[in-house]
């Protein structure tokens, strides 16, 4: 495909042209104007001899009567008077030849100056024509500035956006991540499961065995615990927490989802009879066991569970029949 000249390119054209041929037409026109003077030159030199070689004063004196010379010319007279008849005719040759380089110079001056002002309108529509071409590029290059600045801040405007729509999607995987760890994470929760009341003759003490019991959809890893038994007033007095203890018992299997273990914790040794008979009965005394499980769920976070109860027996003891409470002192869990 050829390319387009554009109308700024097509008047430099027509400007350089224009020059070339005004600097051939001054050239043309000094040579002329030297020729000319050349000639000129030569024939008032020639007219000068010839004036000079065939006219001589006679000197008269204004005294004397004027008196009738007849000259005869010489050879050499003559021939002078002849080259001064040509040196005339040279003269006229040259005044003609002035006369119509004269005439040529004006024609040709007159068509320089048609020239220089067909040159200076082309410089003149040049002019206007760059100032129109500057005047729409500069009105072009304020639209396209004004779509940039549109486009940047539509670009802004998605930029935000998308930050929000990241934020959006992160605070949704962080919630999902909570919901789904809340949903499959393992819950350790312990039970109470009765437990085996004092017989002196056999050294049996009292005791209680709770049970252990996964509730979440994931295992349990880790697994470790302590459990206490003691014998306190029923109900505990207010303000009242049960002793710390340190880890008793530390396993290495993995409780799985809905699965249970017995636990047990013991008093340390016999009670006297008739406070085993309020034990039993658990009026006013009762048997406590209390304790903290500690896990690893399988999201790797770290639990445990708090618990304390106590138990009583119903009827004979030796028909398994027991009751009991849940104590909220030391209960908690996460």
Known sequence: M????????????????AAIVLACAISCLSGVAAAASAA??????????????????????????PISVSIVRSEEDERRLAEGDQAEVTKESNDRLVAYSTVALAVVTLFLAI??????????????????????????????????????TAMEGVAVAAGVSARAST??????????????RAY????????????RDKEIRFGINPILVNSGNTPAHR?????????????????????????????????????????????????????????????????YIWGKVSYVDVFGQERFTQFSHNIFWVGPPREGRWGGTYCSPFSEST
Do not use: C
């Open 223 to 287: 697994i470790r615990y302590w459990a206490k038994a003691g014998v306190y007033d029923f109900p505990l007095p207010d303000n009242f927490d049960f002793p710390d203890g340190e880890d008793s018992v530390v396993t290495s299997f993995a409780l799985g989802p809905h699965q249970s273990v017995v636990l047990n914790a013991g008093l340390a040794g016999l009670v006297a009879d008739d406070e085993a008979e309020l034990i039993v009965t658990g009026r006013h005394k009762r048997i």
């Open 171 to 184: 605070e949704s995987v962080a919630t999902l991540k909570e919901v789904t760890a809340k949903q499959m």
């Open 40 to 65: 000129v030159e030569q024939s008032h030199g020639a007219a000068s001899t010839a004036k000079d070689d065939g006219h001589h004063e006679v000197d008269r004196s204004p005294s004397q009567e």
């Open 2 to 17: 050829a390319p387009v000249k554009s109308p700024v390119r097509k008047t430099q054209m027509k400007t350089m042209r």
């Open 115 to 152: 020239w220089t002002g067909l040159l200076w309108k082309a410089t003149v529509r040049l002019g206007r024509d760059a100032k129109e071409t500057s005047e729409r590029q500069s009105q072009e290059m304020q639209k396209s500035i004004a779509e940039a600045t549109r486009a940047a």
């Open 188 to 199: 350790l929760s312990v039970v109470m499961n009765g437990g085996s009341f004092q017989e």
